[in-house]
């Protein structure tokens, strides 16, 4: 087993944390945690099920009842603390993340900031929760809506950003007076346990924050079916993300999701083309491609197609892969063999049906994790690529002639997450953002994530915002109070 060398050796947790203690799986068992880039076990983790989650259930319907009365103004000092510890123990929480989700160094101290920044911002909007006064209708009565916390909430996370996104659904649900039940990947609990462990520290009471991972089914139609847990925040992929939609039907959840993605990135002839291939580099290879917002789709103009192509070849054949922990790496590991396999199998389908591949970067470099960053050209829409969520280092190449037809193409898709144009022409930004049918739009811009913007998408890519100020709306129900008599 890998022995993680870390300044603060009390974040590296194996046990589940339920109601403030640090327990063992009811029945003993342990699932292993290992590093995708040596295929090292990185630890042993409490292989929790229905059990152990109705006791988290339990511990944060017990905690609510002191949590949601916690004047607003000590949830924010609460929630700031815990965000300085964060990053106190930044190189800590980035070594964690990258030794068991693979993403280079500097990317990992990159998401911890990410994350934190999560913290401090719903630590400040914890003090911004308003209501409002109507006028009635008449003058002895008055309208009052009040705003509460929605109750226990489940986090579910993906492996992808393991302390992100999970610190952008606790912060919120915390700032508004909910407790939480969080079910990290089995493939990176460990940042999650982490985070878990600096919140303890920060002084959040326990049964606050319950963290447990182990046999997903079991931990997921638990709490789904509990009538304690008011709402669900889930990050993953749509089919999964339908399933718990309709399983929280039954109790009446309310639920966010930010499900799959299939982004264009679309080059118009006007472009600066240097700018847009840093900003292709950017989104496109970071987390080697395992991000639901990366590039899925680059649509260029014909008249700069084979501009652009040539630098962007250039660009991905200086990239460097290897063990994330290595100075200079830049591209790592997929988080599982499973997962390289079906990113290398999508790129044969492509070629059989016409595409090509123009990098000469080979797939033999680095371990059964590993997938040599990827340009396809002569990429159509009629391809099986096309409509795929990748989820690798692939960059597919698709050429279009006319601003109608990079925003039919770029429609063409059941997924509206994230979506990407460079151009040179402001009144075409405002046309192609109107007319692109996503929830979010970066214009000449690679990198959109931030957590003063509100995160999340339409149609099959989810429902509800993450970051911002609306993003304490889906933790919140409204109250209405009338007052009757005033006159009396």
Not at 244 to 263: D, F, H, I, P, Y
Not at 422 to 451: C, F, H, P, Q
Request: include cysteine; aromatic fraction near 6%.
């Amino acid at each position: 087993m890998t022995e993680l060398q870390l300044a603060n050796s009390s974040l590296l947790k194996s046990r589940a944390l339920i109601g403030g203690a640090w327990v063992d799986a009811v029945a003993g068992g342990t699932r292993p945690v290992i590093n995708p880039a040596t295929q090292e076990v990185v630890a042993e983790i409490a292989d929790c099920g229905a059990q152990e989650t109705e006791a988290a259930i339990a511990a944060a319907e017990r905690a609510l009842v002191q949590w949601r009365d916690v004047p607003a103004k000590s949830r924010s000092q609460l929630l700031r603390r815990w965000h300085d510890l964060v990053l106190e123990n930044a190189e800590d929480l980035a070594l964690l993340l990258t030794t068991e989700q693979g993403k280079p160094l500097a990317e990992a101290r990159g998401e911890i900031a990410y994350g934190a920044s999560y913290i401090e911002w719903f630590a400040e909007e914890a003090k911004r929760i308003y209501g409002d006064t109507i006028p009635a209708r008449s003058s002895d009565s008055r309208i009052v809506c009040t705003r509460q916390p929605v109750g226990v909430v489940a986090c579910i996370t993906p492996w992808n950003f393991p302390n992100a996104m999970l610190a952008r659904k606790i912060a919120p649900a915390l700032a508004a007076g909910c407790t939480v039940v969080c079910k990290p990947a089995n493939e990176t609990p460990l940042s999650a346990l982490a985070i878990g462990a600096l919140a303890e520290q920060a002084g959040i009471p326990a049964g606050v924050i319950n963290i447990l991972a182990g046999r997903t089914e079991e931990i997921g139609e638990t709490l789904t079916a509990s009538p304690v847990v008011r709402k669900l925040s889930f990050t993953g992929s749509t089919p999964v993300g339908k399933k718990l939609v309709a399983a929280c039907a039954g109790t009446m959840k309310r639920t966010s999701m930010e499900l799959g993605g299939n982004a264009p990135f679309i080059v118009f002839d006007d472009a600066d083309v240097e700018k847009a291939v840093q900003g292709v580099m950017a989104s496109k290879f970071r987390n080697a491609g395992q991000t639901c917002v990366c590039t899925n789709r680059i649509l260029v103009q014909d008249t700069i197609y084979d501009t652009f192509t040539d630098q962007l070849m250039e660009a991905v054949e200086r990239l460097r892969m290897g063990d994330g922990r290595d100075d200079g790496v830049e591209i790592g590991p997929l988080i599982h063999q499973h997962a390289a396999e079906d990113v290398r199998s999508t790129v044969e389908t492509a070629v059989a049906q016409g595409a090509s591949v123009l990098t000469a970067l080979s797939n033999e470099e680095g371990g059964p994790c590993f997938v040599a960053p990827t340009v396809l050209g002569d990429v159509t829409e009629d391809m099986d690529i096309f409509q795929k969520e990748i989820f690798g280092p692939v960059a597919p190449l698709t050429r279009f002639s006319s601003e109608a037809e990079a925003i039919r193409i770029a429609n063409n898709t059941p997924f509206g997450l994230a979506s990407y144009l460079y151009t040179k022409d402001a009144a075409r930004a405002w046309r192609v953002s109107e007319a692109l049918e996503y929830g979010m739009v970066g214009i000449n811009e690679g990198i959109i994530s931030n957590e003063a913007a509100p995160f999340g998408g339409i149609k099959e890519s989810g429902h509800g915002r993450e970051g911002s100020r609306y993003g304490l709306d889906d933790y919140l129900d409204i109250k209405y109070l009338c007052f009757g008599g005033i006159d009396s």
